[in-house]
Each structure stands twice: as structure tokens, then as C-alpha cells.
């Protein structure tokens, strides 16, 4: 049958393996069962040694005064000897308790702020050159200038771009089915013509974009009148140039525009006629 092999806890130190004991045994550092901490202690030592392990010339000191310990607590206690052997041992774990406990918390800490660096703080000198004495009535003019200033800017607001923003907003489809309209009754249209009927700068900006948007699909041709026929492969931009509709359905390209005016069409013609 194999050996066993048992695998040991390693211990900072005498004092780590000896809190360690306590606190497994669950007793009371202010009142330590010398006997049997001292007896697992040595119990330690010596697997420690069946296994090879490195111990520190600390941990050997620690249990021979371990022992004397021990040996003092069974001796009979005279009254100059009433202090307890313990007391010294106590103290020490007591200490390296409360050092520990402390490193577990200042260690996150120290991964959080070990990489930055401290600058000292720059003292800055009272700046003296400027030492005239301030008129109240230049004060008060200045602070009138400041409220001259925010007044002029809610005014320039008020007068300049509301009025921009407040116009109403005209829909490039309802202009785009106007346009296809007027084509389909005259056969072709210049631009001119198609943004002379506008009155307002808004629906004549409209008008143009829905021109525009009509060319990009291939809805509208550009082409010239030759000897009364529309010739659209050579057509030159001038008086004669007109719009005309594309009759190649396969050619014209799909747009939201054009959905939208044939979704809407009767809703949309209602409008164009008012």
C-alpha cells in the first residue's frame, strides 16, 4: 500500500500558525489552552519536517517557548509568580491580529493607489500690479452693458428665427404630385414654369427639391424640342430644355417620395386643389 502524503498550509510566520491554531480550535487568544495548541504546534513541526518543508529557526524558537510555557503553567504558582506565563504570548497574537486584519483592508487600497503619484500643491503669489481703485460708477455701467447685451440677445432671437421656425413646413410629396400633374397635362415643363405658380419662398424651395428628387429616380427626363418632338438623348440645357415624364417604368427607380405620394394620392391631390 502507498505511503499517504499530506500536504501542509504554509504560515508567515510562528505567530500566523499559532492564530491560525486558535482560530480553528475556536478559543479565545486572551485564553489560551496551552496544552493543546502547543501540542498540534509541535504536531506541525514535525509533519513539516517528515515532508522537507523549509521552516524558519522562528517557528523552532517559538515552540521550545511554547513549552516553557507549558511547563510553567503545571509547575504550582508561588505569589511572586502571579503573573500569567500567557500574558506575553497574548500580547503578540493580539497585535499580529489587528495587523492583519488591517492588510486586508489597506490591500485593495494599495492596488487602487500604489501607481499614482503625489505632486505638492503650487503657491501661487498675490498678484499686486494691478492696484487701482475700482469707481462704482464704472461698475454700474458695466454691469448695464452686460444686461444691454442679454437683452439684445433675446431680442435678436425673438425678432430673427422664430419667425423662420414658425412658418409652416410644406411636404416635398404633396409638391412632387403637383409636378407630375401639371407635366401629365401639358406634356412637358420647364423649371421656370413649374416655380412661377409658387407664392411663398417655402413652397418654392419644395417645388425644386421634389424636381430634383424626381430627376435622381429617372421619374422626370430632361430633353429638347426638335421640330416639335422631344429628343432626350443629346438634350442641351437652354430656353428649349423641359421636363419630361419617363414612360419606362423599368427604368425608374424606387423612392419614399414616390411611395408615399401613391399611398396618398387622393388625400394629397385634395390639398393640391385648395
Same mark, same amino acid.
Given at each position: 500500500?502507498?505511503?499517504?502524503?499530506?500536504?501542509?498550509?504554509?504560515?508567515?510566520?510562528?505567530?500566523?500558525?499559532?492564530?491560525?491554531?486558535?482560530?480553528?480550535?475556536?478559543?479565545?487568544?486572551?485564553?489560551?489552552?496551552?496544552?493543546?495548541?502547543?501540542?498540534?504546534?509541535?504536531?506541525?513541526?514535525?509533519?513539516?519536517?517528515?515532508?522537507?518543508?523549509?521552516?524558519?529557526?522562528?517557528?523552532?524558537?517559538?515552540?521550545?517557548?511554547?513549552?516553557?510555557?507549558?511547563?510553567?503553567?503545571?509547575?504550582?504558582?508561588?505569589?511572586?509568580?502571579? +503573573? $500569567?506565563?500567557?500574558? !506575553?504570548?497574548?500580547? @503578540?497574537?493580539? =497585535?499580529?491580529?489587528? /495587523?492583519?486584519?488591517? &492588510?486586508?483592508?489597506?490591500?485593495?487600497?494599495?492596488?487602487?493607489?500604489?501607481?499614482?503619484?503625489?505632486?505638492?500643491?503650487?503657491?501661487?503669489?498675490?498678484?499686486?500690479?494691478?492696484? +487701482? $481703485?475700482?469707481?462704482? !460708477?464704472?461698475?454700474? @455701467?458695466?454691469? =448695464?452693458?452686460?444686461? /444691454?447685451?442679454?437683452? &439684445?440677445?433675446?431680442?435678436?432671437?425673438?425678432?430673427?428665427?422664430?419667425?423662420?421656425?414658425?412658418?409652416?413646413?410644406?411636404?416635398?410629396?404633396?409638391?412632387?404630385?403637383?409636378?407630375?400633374?401639371?407635366?401629365?397635362?401639358?406634356?412637358?415643363?420647364?423649371?421656370?414654369?413649374?416655380?412661377? /405658380?409658387?407664392?411663398?419662398?417655402?413652397?418654392?424651395?419644395?417645388?425644386?427639391?421634389?424636381?430634383?428628387?424626381?430627376?435622381?429616380?429617372?421619374?422626370?427626363?430632361?430633353?429638347?424640342?426638335?421640330?416639335?418632338?422631344?429628343?432626350?438623348?443629346?438634350?442641351?440645357?437652354?430656353?428649349?430644355?423641359?421636363?419630361?415624364?419617363?414612360?419606362?417604368?423599368?427604368?425608374?427607380?424606387?423612392?419614399?417620395?414616390?411611395?408615399?405620394?401613391?399611398?396618398?394620392?387622393?388625400?394629397?391631390?385634395?390639398?393640391?386643389?385648395?
Amino acid at each position: 500500500m502507498d505511503s499517504l502524503t499530506y500536504k501542509l498550509e504554509q504560515f508567515e510566520g510562528p505567530l500566523d500558525l499559532l492564530l491560525s491554531l486558535i482560530q480553528k480550535n475556536k478559543v479565545s487568544i486572551t485564553d489560551i489552552p496551552i496544552s493543546l495548541i502547543c501540542d498540534q504546534y509541535i504536531e506541525y513541526i514535525a509533519k513539516a519536517q517528515e515532508l522537507d518543508m523549509e521552516l524558519a529557526s522562528e517557528f523552532i524558537v517559538m515552540a521550545s517557548e511554547l513549552m516553557l510555557i507549558k511547563s510553567k503553567m503545571l509547575l504550582p504558582k508561588t505569589e511572586e509568580e502571579a +503573573a $500569567d506565563p500567557r500574558a !506575553t504570548l497574548t500580547d @503578540a497574537l493580539l =497585535r499580529y491580529q489587528q /495587523a492583519k486584519e488591517a &492588510a486586508q483592508k489597506l490591500s485593495p487600497m494599495y492596488a487602487y493607489y500604489s501607481g499614482r503619484m503625489v505632486k505638492d500643491t503650487d503657491e501661487i503669489s498675490v498678484d499686486k500690479t494691478f492696484v +487701482a $481703485d475700482q469707481d462704482v !460708477t464704472a461698475l454700474c @455701467a458695466a454691469v =448695464r452693458r452686460i444686461v /444691454a447685451y442679454n437683452n &439684445a440677445l433675446e431680442q435678436a432671437a425673438t425678432t430673427t428665427f422664430k419667425p423662420m421656425i414658425s412658418k409652416p413646413i410644406i411636404p416635398v410629396e404633396i409638391k412632387i404630385v403637383s409636378i407630375l400633374r401639371r407635366i401629365e397635362k401639358q406634356g412637358a415643363a420647364s423649371l421656370e414654369e413649374l416655380l412661377d /405658380a409658387e407664392v411663398t419662398l417655402p413652397d418654392m424651395i419644395a417645388s425644386f427639391l421634389g424636381v430634383l428628387e424626381l430627376m435622381k429616380v429617372r421619374k422626370l427626363l430632361i430633353a429638347d424640342s426638335v421640330d416639335g418632338e422631344w429628343n432626350r438623348e443629346n438634350a442641351l440645357l437652354g430656353a428649349d430644355t423641359r421636363f419630361i415624364i419617363n414612360t419606362n417604368e423599368d427604368d425608374v427607380q424606387e423612392s419614399e417620395y414616390l411611395l408615399d405620394t401613391t399611398e396618398n394620392e387622393p388625400e394629397q391631390m385634395a390639398l393640391t386643389d385648395m
